[in-house]
C-alpha cells in the first residue's frame, strides 16, 4: 500500500483525479447492482431484460459521440458493465435462494434507476478523459472495485474494455465512422427552422440536413439548441454542425469554421402595415418611446445593440411568437433578418417590411461546425452540388412561397 501511495504521489494531479473519478463511478454503478437485484428477486422479474440492455447501449454509444468516444469502444465497454451488473444480480439470487431473501427494497424505476442513468453519464463523459498509462490502470483499477459479489472474470473484462476505449482523431471521421450526423437547430427561425413541439422540426436546413445525411449516407439526428447557447453547445460536442440560418460573423469564426456562404441578405425592419413610413430609416427607427422587439443571444440583439442608443429595447424569449407582440400592439417593430422579414409579411397580411428593398447590413449565412478542415470540405463539395443542381433555390423557394 506504500509503494502504491508513493506512485499515486508521483502523478499528475489533474490525471489522478479524473482516472480516480471515473473507477469511483463505476464503482458506485455497479454498487446499486444489490438493490436493483432486490427489486427484482422481490417483483419475481428477471435478471436479463435484452431489450432495455440495448437501450442502455444505444444511449450510452450516443452520449459518448459528445466526447468523440468511438461507437465501437464505448459499446464494447458499457456491455462489459451490463455483462458484470447481471453477474452480481446473479450471485445475490444464489445467496437468496440459499439463505435470507431480502423483504423490501428501493423502487427500481422511481429511484434507483434515476442513479444509474446518471452515474452512466457522468462516466461516459470522463472516458475521454482517462490516461493510458498502463501501470497506472492496473494499480488503481484493482484497488477501486472492491464489490460484493463481482467476479475476478468480470472485472477482467471491465477492466479490458476500459483500456480499449479510444477517440476519433476528428469529427469527419466520428460522422463517417459512427454513421451518424448530429445537427444542432434552434427550431425557431423560419424559414430555415422551425418547430412548433421542440420535437420535430421543419425548414430550408431542414430540407438541406436532410440532403445532406443522404449525401453523406448517414443517418440524422436533430439536437435541439438554442441562439444563446449555440456556441456553447458546438464547444460541448453536443452536435456536429449547425444548420439553423446561422450568420457568418468573426465572434462565431474565432471558435469554428464555416461552410461557403448559402444565403446572402442583412438586417430590415418590419412593423405594422400601418405604420411603415414611421419607420423607414435607421435613424427614424432610433428615437426615444420606440419599442424595437428582439430575441436574445443571436445577431437581432447584437445590431440592437451596436445600433439604436435611444429607442427600447424589449427582449422577447420565444421567436416563433414574436410577430405577434407588434401585432397586438406590444411593441413597435423588430429588425431582422431580410428573408424572415419577408416571410413573416406573406404569413401575417398586417405586417410590412418599412425599408422594402434595403437592408441595414450585409450578411452572409452558412453551416457552422468543428474546426475541422475535412468536415468542411465535405460540406462545401455537398453544398457546391445542392446548388449547381438548383436543390437550394428549389428549397428556399419552397418554403417562401
Given at each position: 500500500m506504500i509503494?502504491?501511495?508513493?506512485?499515486?504521489?508521483?502523478?499528475?494531479?489533474?490525471t489522478l483525479l479524473a482516472d480516480e473519478m471515473l473507477y469511483r463511478l463505476i464503482n458506485q454503478r455497479l454498487s446499486l447492482m444489490e438493490q436493483v437485484a432486490a427489486y427484482k428477486w422481490i417483483n419475481e422479474q428477471p435478471i436479463a431484460v435484452p431489450e432495455r440492455e440495448a437501450l442502455v447501449i444505444s444511449k450510452a454509444v450516443d452520449d459518448g459521440l459528445r466526447y468523440g468516444i468511438t461507437t465501437d469502444s464505448?459499446?464494447?465497454?458499457?456491455?462489459?458493465?451490463?455483462?458484470?451488473?447481471?453477474?452480481?444480480?446473479?450471485?445475490?439470487?444464489?445467496?437468496?435462494?440459499?439463505?435470507?431473501?431480502?423483504?423490501?427494497?428501493?423502487?427500481?424505476?422511481?429511484?434507483?434507476?434515476?442513479?444509474?442513468?446518471?452515474?452512466?453519464?457522468?462516466?461516459?463523459?470522463?472516458?475521454?478523459e482517462k490516461t493510458n498509462d498502463r501501470t497506472l490502470f492496473n494499480r488503481l483499477f484493482s484497488q477501486d472495485l472492491p464489490i460484493d459479489c463481482l467476479s475476478e472474470g468480470a472485472?477482467?473484462?471491465?477492466?479490458?474494455?476500459?483500456?480499449?476505449?479510444?477517440?476519433?482523431?476528428?469529427?469527419?471521421?466520428?460522422?463517417?465512422?459512427?454513421?451518424?450526423?448530429?445537427?444542432?437547430?434552434?427550431?425557431?427561425?423560419?424559414?430555415?427552422s422551425y418547430s412548433g413541439d421542440g420535437l420535430s422540426f421543419t425548414g430550408v436546413d431542414i430540407d438541406l440536413a436532410l440532403n445532406l445525411a443522404e449525401s453523406l449516407d448517414v443517418e440524422l439526428v436533430f439536437i435541439k439548441t438554442s441562439w444563446p447557447t449555440l456556441m456553447n453547445d458546438l464547444a460541448d460536442g453536443l452536435f456536429d454542425i449547425a444548420m439553423s440560418g446561422v450568420s457568418i460573423i468573426p465572434a462565431r469564426q474565432q471558435h469554428a469554421y464555416f461552410?461557403?456562404?448559402?444565403?446572402?441578405?442583412?438586417?430590415?425592419?418590419?412593423?405594422?402595415?400601418?405604420?411603415v413610413h414611421e419607420f423607414s430609416s435607421l435613424e427614424a427607427i432610433d428615437q426615444p418611446g420606440v419599442r424595437a422587439i428582439v430575441n436574445p443571444g443571436g445577431t437581432n440583439e447584437r445590431f440592437i445593440d451596436a445600433k439604436l442608443k435611444q429607442a427600447k429595447k424589449i427582449l422577447h424569449q420565444d421567436n416563433r411568437t414574436?410577430?405577434?407582440?407588434?401585432?397586438?400592439?406590444?411593441?413597435?417593430?423588430?429588425?431582422?433578418?431580410?428573408?424572415?422579414?419577408?416571410?413573416?409579411?406573406?404569413?401575417?397580411?398586417?405586417l410590412c417590411g418599412s425599408m422594402p428593398g434595403e437592408t441595414l447590413t450585409y450578411q452572409e449565412k452558412g453551416y457552422m461546425m468543428p474546426k475541422d478542415p475535412a468536415l468542411r470540405l465535405e460540406v462545401n463539395q455537398w453544398l457546391e452540388e445542392v446548388r449547381s443542381q438548383n436543390i437550394l433555390e428549389r428549397i428556399f423557394e419552397q418554403h417562401l412561397n
Open positions: 509503494r502504491l501511495l508513493l506512485f499515486l504521489l508521483l502523478l499528475e494531479p489533474s464505448s459499446g464494447a465497454f458499457f456491455w462489459s458493465q451490463i455483462e458484470a451488473a447481471k453477474d452480481i444480480q446473479q450471485c445475490w439470487f444464489d445467496r437468496w435462494t440459499a439463505g435470507q431473501a431480502p423483504e423490501s427494497a428501493e423502487d427500481l424505476v422511481a429511484i434507483v434507476r434515476p442513479k444509474l442513468i446518471l452515474l452512466g453519464s457522468e462516466i461516459t463523459s470522463r472516458l475521454a472485472h477482467q473484462s471491465i477492466f479490458n474494455a476500459l483500456k480499449s476505449v479510444t477517440t476519433y482523431p476528428d469529427r469527419h471521421t466520428q460522422v463517417m465512422d459512427s454513421r451518424r450526423l448530429r445537427v444542432g437547430t434552434t427550431g425557431d427561425y423560419a424559414p430555415f461552410s461557403a456562404p448559402y444565403h446572402v441578405g442583412g438586417k430590415s425592419p418590419i412593423t405594422s402595415c400601418s405604420r414574436i410577430f405577434d407582440e407588434i401585432i397586438k400592439g406590444n411593441a413597435d417593430l423588430m429588425i431582422t433578418d431580410s428573408i424572415e422579414v419577408r416571410l413573416q409579411a406573406n404569413l401575417h397580411p398586417e
